[in-house]
């Protein structure tokens, strides 16, 4: 895979992420659109690009099996939530909290490994930190949590991802020629 390739997955995982991220935060409040609703079209949506994102750049990701992994826990947490009254919720929330400690693993793999490729890599590092604590804090409170703390801390990282991967793809693109 060249190294365009690559940053077209880059930017259209960017592009996929900011616009998840917003309609996630901002649609339930003005639009009749459940939140609840809004989560499991954003979880299924990114887990399933995530899984075919994978596949295709197995060749140049090392990871691309935490990728895979990743991507269905999202979509297996989306699809059940669509089944809610047969799926308990803290199942639920708990996957919603491993999806974000394999997502630190995965951001801090993705800007190890792209260090000599993408401008600002050391973004993700940030991210990855963001991602951890959030996993940890949803984990730690899965009893008096609710699904609406996976929603907005998916919504806000989907949103931080979305704009970290945009950046570090006009740097690379644009700033080095």
């Given at each position: 895979m060249t190294?365009?390739?690559?940053?077209?997955?880059?930017?259209?995982?960017?592009?996929?992420l900011l616009v998840l991220g917003l309609t996630v935060l901002i649609l339930p409040?003005?639009?009749?659109?459940?939140?609840?609703?809004?989560?499991?079209?954003?979880?299924?949506?990114?887990?399933?690009?995530?899984?075919?994102?994978?596949?295709?750049?197995?060749?140049?990701?090392?990871?691309?099996?935490?990728?895979?992994?990743?991507?269905?826990?999202?979509?297996?947490?989306g699809f059940s939530l669509f089944a809610i009254p047969v799926f308990d919720i803290a199942l639920i929330t708990g996957l919603g909290g491993i999806y974000f400690i394999l997502k630190s693993i995965s951001s801090s793999a993705f800007?190890?490994?792209?260090?000599?490729?993408?401008?600002?890599?050391?973004?993700?590092?940030?991210?990855?930190?963001?991602?951890?604590?959030?996993?940890?804090?949803?984990?730690?409170?899965i009893p008096s949590s609710a699904l609406w703390l996976v929603g907005v801390a998916a919504g806000l990282d989907f949103v931080l991802s979305g704009m970290v991967l945009l950046n570090m793809y006009i740097s690379t693109k644009y700033i080095q020629g």
């Open positions: 190294e365009n390739k690559f940053l077209m997955f880059v930017l259209t995982e960017g592009i996929l409040k003005i639009s009749f659109i459940s939140f609840g609703f809004l989560i499991c079209v954003s979880f299924i949506v990114y887990g399933i690009f995530k899984i075919i994102c994978a596949l295709f750049t197995r060749n140049f990701s090392r990871h691309y099996i935490l990728d895979i992994l990743e991507g269905l826990i999202l979509a297996v947490a800007s190890v490994q792209t260090r000599k490729t993408l401008n600002f890599w050391w973004m993700c590092m940030f991210l990855a930190i963001f991602e951890f604590f959030s996993g940890i804090i949803i984990i730690i409170t």
